[in-house]
């Protein structure tokens, strides 16, 4: 959860949040013809990486999928989206369970240097700032449950991933690598 973010969290907590027409619009302002690069899913698992065809399914429902240029190929994650001050002020917390190859993309509309805590998260969190361009600017793994210390980016982002403890080693991410559809 964001830090910076003190809104009212939305009441129904965001588990079942899809990428809502106020993101799809943040997306297309803020990321232009990249946009298009934007999978919609039902599961992560039949999603695809490439940009042909995408822009059709930006009207559809459903978790966003990200995908990571890593060593041995593109990692996928299904993500859900939190791109107003309320969704960002919820994150995950709450959450007891996040399983592999999900998480949360925090979206801010403009670049900037961001704190995020672990206040009411239960479990522990790799956080992945990401940078207007798309690429990992700096990783913090295994953020601590409960701990109200912020955890800032090194510089400004305009994305934040969230995903569970330990996934960032387990699937090779590390500061550089370029996330699809946000480069």
Known sequence: MSAGDRGAARPDGGADHKLGSGAARALRRGLGLTALALVWAGAASGADC???GIAATLQGPGPAVLCIAGAKG????SVEIADTEAERERGLMGRRDLPPG????FIYPTPRRVAFWM??????L???FIEAGGRIETLHENARP???TPIWSAGP???VLEIAGGQSAALGLRPGQRVLPLD
């Open 74 to 77: 593109p990692v996928r994650l």
């Open 102 to 105: 999900t998480g949360m993309i």
């Open 146 to 148: 409960f701990d109200d």
């Open 119 to 124: 206040h009411d998260t239960p479990l522990p």
């Open 126 to 128: 790799d956080m992945l």
């Open 157 to 159: 982002v305009r994305y």
């Open 50 to 52: 490439d940009r042909q």
